[in-house]
C-alpha cells in the first residue's frame, strides 16, 4: 500500500567518457528518512538534480510520487521542495523578501511555522542576502525548503556551514518532519547526522549504487572488532571461519570477524578467557572500509 | 602585482588609444571634405561658434573654420567620457572586483602589504594609461603630417595627452571609490556620479549664466579648458595632476586602514521589507531590471533630445557637403534634417541591439549563478519562465524605441517644426526591429549553447556594425554589405520605414526565440 515516493530505474548520467552516474535503480518509500552517501564525485548531487528534473538522464528514468522527472515536473515539484548544496540567491533582496518571493512561488506556505523557523534558526531576516554569512545564507533556503510542509524534501548537504547548535535544530526539524508523514532524503557528508536521523542509507561510489539498507542491515555486513584477553596460552585463531586482521599484544588478541560468530565461540570453548570485548562498528568505521575498499575494485573493474 | 596589472589593462588601453587616434583621423580628414569653401567653414562657424547651448552641451567652439578647432571641438567630449568610464572600469576592476573575487586574499597571503599592493595596482594602471597616450600620440602625429591637417609633432603629443588626461583622472577616481564602496559595481557607480556631477558643473559654467569660475571645480572643466591646438594651456595639468596624485595617496592610504572586501561607507544592509513585485519570477525580473530601465532610458532619452536637437543645424550644412554620399550608402539618402536623423537612429539602433543582448546575458548569469534553480525546482516550467524573460525584453525594447521617437521629436521641436513627431515614433519603432532580431538569435544560442550566449550575440552586433560603417564608406561587397541587421533596416526618418524588412526581422527573431525555448526545455541546466 505504501507510495515510493522516489524511484529511479537504471537512471544513468555520462559527461562524455565521465560516468557520473551509472545505472541507479533504488526506491525511496513514502515517509522515511532516506540517507545518501558517498565520498566527493560519488554521484549525489548528479542523482539529485536528476529527480528534479534540471538535467536529462543519459539513459533509465526516475519518479517522483510516480510522476515523471523530466516529462511532468512542474505537478511533481509541488509536493517537493530542495536544498542546494550552494544556494544562488538575489544579494539585493532580503532574508524576508526572498522567503516571501519563494513562498509566493510555492503557491502554499505555513506562515505560523515559518515564523517559527526563523525564530528557531535565529536568522535575522531584516538584512539583505549580500550581507548574509555563508550559514545564514544556508538557514534562508533551509527555512524556505521546510516553510511550505511538502510531502517530500531533498536536502543536499544541507547543514554544510551551520553552527552545531542549528545543525541540531535541524535535526529536530526533521524529526518532526518525519512524525507529519513528511519524506526526507537527505544527501550528507556528516555521518552522526545520517546514523541519528535516517531509516535507511544508500551508499554511492563511482556512480555506482554499493549499498542500500538499514544501519542495521549494513552492519551486519560488515566485520566485529572482538578483543579478547586469555588467562594462559593463546590459542591459534587464523584458520576459524571469518576471521581476519589478528594481532595480538601480550595475552591480548584484537581481531575483525565476518559472518556468523558460532566458528569462533568453538574454537574459543576450551581456551580460559578473562575478558572479551565485542563492539560493533561505527557508521564512520563503515563507511571508511566501504570508501577505502573501492580502490581495488575500480582498478580492475577500468580494465573490465 | 604591477605587472599583472599593466598585462591586463594593456589591450583596452592600446585599442582606446587606438580608437581616439582615429577619432582624430577621421575627423580631421573628413573636415577637409566636408567643408571645402572658407564661406562653408566660416557659415559653421557662425552656426556653432558662438552658440551659447552648443557650448554648454559640447564645451566652447572657439576655432571652427579651422581644421584643428574642428576636431578638437567634435572629439573631445567623446573621449573625455569614454575615457573617464574605462579609467573607472579598468580600476574598480583590477582593485576591486579582483578583492571581491577573493584573488587579493590569495596575494596579499605573500609577503606583500596591502598599502604596497595598492601602490603596485597603481602603478600598473598608470602604465595603462601611458600604454593608451602613446597610442593615440602616433596616430595624431601621424595625421598631423597630413597636408589637410598639417600639426607638428609637439602639438600634436599635447593634443594626445589632453585626450589621455580624463581615463588617468577617473582611475584615480575608481581607485578612491573602490575603497568606499561594499562591492565593484558600488565603486563604479559612485564613479558615474563624478562623472556625470563634472558634466553638470563644466555645463552650468558654460551656459554664459556668469558662473564661468565654476569651471575650476570640475574635472571635465579642467580637461576643457586644456585647448589643445587652439590656445593651449597646459596650466591646468596641475589640477588634473594634483586632483589625481591626491585620490591615488588616499587610496592606498585607505585600503591599508580598512579590511579586506570591507567598505568605508556602509551600504544600507537592512531595511523593512519591500514586497512590490516579489510575486513571481516575472516580477522579481522586472525589479532587478529596473537600475538597466532606468539607465538605458536616460541614455536613449539623452541621445534622442540631443540628436534632434542637433538635427537643424547639422541636417543644414549636410545638404551641402559631400558627407550625403556616406549618409546615403547607409541608406539615409535625401538631404537635411531628415538623413542626419536617418544616421542618428542607426546610432540608436545600435544601443537597443547592445540591450537586447544584455537582457540574454542577465538571463545566462541567472542560470550560471544557480539562482534559476530555485525556481525551477518550484512549480515554475522552463518555457515558461523564459517566455516570461522574453516578454519582458521585448516590452523594454518597444519602450526604448517609442521613447527614443518622442525624444528625438522634442529635440527637432526646439529648432524647427521640420520632422513630425509621427514620423519620428515610426523611425524609433523601426529601430526595435533589428534589436527582436538579435534578441531572438540570442535565445536560439543560449538554449543550445549558454556558455556562448554573450560571445556570439555581441559578436553579432559588432559584426552588424563594422560592416555597416565600412559598407557605408563603399568599400564593401554587397553580399557581406547585406549580413549587416542594420541595413537590412531602412534609416528612417530618412526614408519610410521598410516594413517587409522589419517584419522579416522580427519573424526571424521570433522563430529563433521559440526554437531556443524548445531547445532550453529539453537541455540540462548548466552551472557556471
Ligand atoms: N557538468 C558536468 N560536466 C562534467 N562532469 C560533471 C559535471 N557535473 C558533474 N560531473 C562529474 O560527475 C561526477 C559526480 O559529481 P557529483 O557532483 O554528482 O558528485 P557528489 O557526489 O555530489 O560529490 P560531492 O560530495 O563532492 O558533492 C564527478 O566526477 C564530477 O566531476
Ligand atoms: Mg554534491
Known amino acids: 500500500m505504501t507510495e515510493a515516493a522516489i524511484r529511479t530505474e537504471g537512471l544513468s548520467k555520462f559527461y562524455g567518457s565521465v560516468r557520473a552516474l551509472n545505472d541507479l535503480s533504488m526506491e525511496v518509500t513514502a515517509g522515511e528518512v532516506f540517507g545518501f552517501l558517498g565520498p566527493n564525485g560519488a554521484g549525489k548531487t548528479t542523482t539529485i538534480r536528476l529527480l528534479l528534473g534540471l538535467i536529462r538522464p543519459s539513459a533509465g528514468k526516475a519518479e517522483i510520487f510516480g510522476l515523471d522527472s523530466c516529462s511532468e515536473p512542474v505537478e511533481a515539484h509541488r509536493r517537493l521542495s530542495y536544498v542546494p548544496a550552494e544556494a544562488g540567491l538575489w544579494p539585493s533582496l532580503t532574508g524576508e523578501e526572498t522567503l516571501h518571493l519563494l513562498g509566493k512561488v510555492n503557491g502554499h506556505v505555513d506562515e505560523v511555522y515559518r515564523d517559527q523557523l526563523v525564530k528557531r534558526f535565529e536568522l535575522d531576516s531584516s538584512r539583505k542576502i549580500r550581507a548574509y554569512s555563508r550559514g545564514n545564507r544556508q538557514k534562508v533556503i533551509l527555512i524556505a525548503a521546510l516553510m511550505s510542509r511538502p510531502d517530500l524534501m531533498i536536502f543536499d548537504e544541507p547543514t554544510s556551514g551551520l553552527d552545531p547548535l542549528m545543525e541540531h535544530e535541524f535535526r529536530n526539524c526533521v524529526s518532526e518532519a518525519r512524525q507529519r508523514g513528511q519524506t526526507v532524503f537527505l544527501s550528507s557528508h556528516i555521518l552522526s547526522e545520517v546514523e541519528a536521523l535516517c531509516d535507511r542509507v544508500a551508499i554511492l561510489r563511482n556512480g555506482r549504487l554499493v549499498e542500500i539498507g538499514t544501519l542495521e542491515e549494513m552492519r551486519h555486513l560488515s566485520a566485529l572488532k572482538m578483543e579478547i584477553t586469555f588467562a594462559k596460552d593463546i590459542p591459534d585463531l587464523s584458520a576459524v571461519p571469518g576471521v581476519a586482521t589478528l594481532q595480538s599484544a601480550g595475552r591480548t588478541v584484537s581481531l575483525q570477524l565476518t559472518g556468523p560468530v558460532k566458528p569462533l565461540l568453538e574454537a574459543l570453548a576450551a581456551s580460559e578467557i578473562t575478558e572479551l570485548v565485542s563492539r560493533e562498528p561505527s557508521l564512520e568505521e563503515l563507511f571508511l572500509s566501504l570508501y577505502g575498499e573501492g580502490q581495488l575494485p575500480k582498478a580492475s573493474g577500468a580494465h573490465a | ?528
Open chain 2, 1 to 528: 602585482m604591477a605587472r599583472r596589472t599593466l598585462l591586463g589593462v594593456l589591450p583596452s588601453a592600446v585599442l582606446w588609444g587606438v580608437v581616439f587616434g582615429l577619432f582624430v583621423a577621421s575627423s580631421a580628414l573628413s573636415y577637409a571634405g566636408i567643408y571645402k569653401t572658407q564661406a562653408d567653414r566660416d557659415s559653421l562657424a557662425a552656426a556653432f561658434g558662438a552658440n551659447v547651448s552648443t557650448s554648454a552641451l559640447f564645451g566652447p567652439a572657439p576655432q571652427l573654420q579651422t581644421v584643428a578647432g574642428f576636431t578638437v571641438f567634435k572629439i573631445w567630449l567623446t573621449v573625455a567620457l569614454i575615457g573617464g568610464i574605462w579609467g573607472l572600469m579598468a580600476s574598480t576592476k583590477l582593485l576591486r572586483g579582483d578583492e571581491d573575487s577573493g584573488r587579493w586574499e590569495l596575494l596579499l597571503s605573500g609577503a606583500t602589504t596591502r598599502e604596497q599592493a595598492t601602490f603596485q595596482v597603481l602603478l600598473g594602471l598608470l602604465g595603462g594609461t601611458v600604454a593608451l597616450w602613446i597610442a593615440t600620440a602616433a596616430l595624431a602625429v601621424a595625421t598631423g603630417r597630413s597636408p589637410e591637417f598639417n600639426v607638428a609633432v609637439r602639438p600634436a603629443l599635447y593634443l594626445a595627452l589632453s585626450l589621455a588626461t580624463t581615463a588617468f583622472m577617473f582611475m584615480g577616481v575608481g581607485a578612491f571609490t573602490s575603497q568606499l564602496g561594499a562591492a565593484r559595481r558600488q565603486a563604479a557607480a559612485y564613479g558615474g556620479w563624478i562623472l556625470g556631477i563634472s558634466y553638470a558643473l563644466r555645463m552650468v559654467a558654460d551656459s554664459g549664466t556668469g558662473l564661468h569660475w565654476l569651471i575650476w571645480t570640475s574635472p571635465l572643466g579642467w580637461v576643457e579648458m586644456l585647448q589643445p591646438l587652439t590656445s593651449p594651456k597646459p596650466i591646468s595639468l596641475l589640477p588634473i595632476f594634483g586632483f589625481t596624485c591626491l585620490l591615488g595617496y588616499l587610496s592606498v592610504v585607505l585600503a591599508g586602514r580598512r579590511d579586506v572586501g570591507a567598505s568605508l561607507i556602509q551600504e544600507r544592509s537592512r531595511s523593512g521589507p519591500r514586497l512590490l513585485l516579489l510575486s513571481g519570477h516575472m516580477g522579481l525580473a522586472v525589479r532587478m531590471l529596473r537600475p538597466v530601465i532606468a539607465s538605458w532610458g536616460t541614455a536613449v532619452a539623452a541621445v534622442g533630445v540631443l540628436l534632434g536637437y542637433i538635427a537643424y543645424a547639422a541636417g543644414e550644412t549636410l545638404s551641402k557637403s559631400s558627407m550625403q554620399t556616406i549618409y546615403a550608402r547607409l541608406g539615409a539618402s535625401g538631404a537635411g534634417i531628415k538623413a542626419f536623423l536617418g544616421v542618428s537612429f542607426l546610432m540608436l539602433a545600435v544601443m537597443l541591439s547592445f540591450v537586447a543582448v544584455g537582457q540574454l546575458t542577465a538571463v545566462r548569469a541567472e542560470e550560471a549563478d544557480q539562482r534559476l534553480d530555485q525556481f525551477l525546482a518550484r512549480p515554475v516550467t522552463r518555457i515558461g519562465w523564459l517566455a516570461g524573460r522574453l516578454a519582458i525584453a521585448v516590452s523594454f525594447l518597444a519602450a526604448l524605441g517609442i521613447l527614443s521617437g518622442v525624444m528625438a521629436w522634442l529635440g527637432v521641436a526646439i529648432e524647427s517644426s521640420a520632422v513630425s513627431l509621427p514620423t519620428l515614433l515610426a523611425a524609433g519603432l523601426n529601430i526595435a526591429a533589428p534589436a527582436v532580431c538579435i534578441l531572438g538569435i540570442s535565445t536560439l544560442v543560449f538554449g543550445f549553447l549558454p556558455r556562448a550566449t554573450a560571445i556570439v550575440g555581441y559578436g553579432l552586433v559588432s559584426w552588424s556594425l563594422l560592416v555597416e560603417f565600412v559598407g557605408g564608406i563603399g568599400a564593401l561587397n554587397h553580399w557581406i554589405f547585406d549580413t549587416s541587421l542594420f541595413h537590412q533596416m531602412n534609416a528612417a526618418p530618412a526614408i519610410g520605414p521598410n516594413i517587409t524588412s522589419d517584419s522579416w526581422m522580427a519573424a526571424i527573431g521570433v522563430a529563433a526565440a521559440l526554437a531556443g525555448c524548445i531547445l532550453f526545455a529539453r537541455r540540462d541546466i548548466q552551472g557556471g
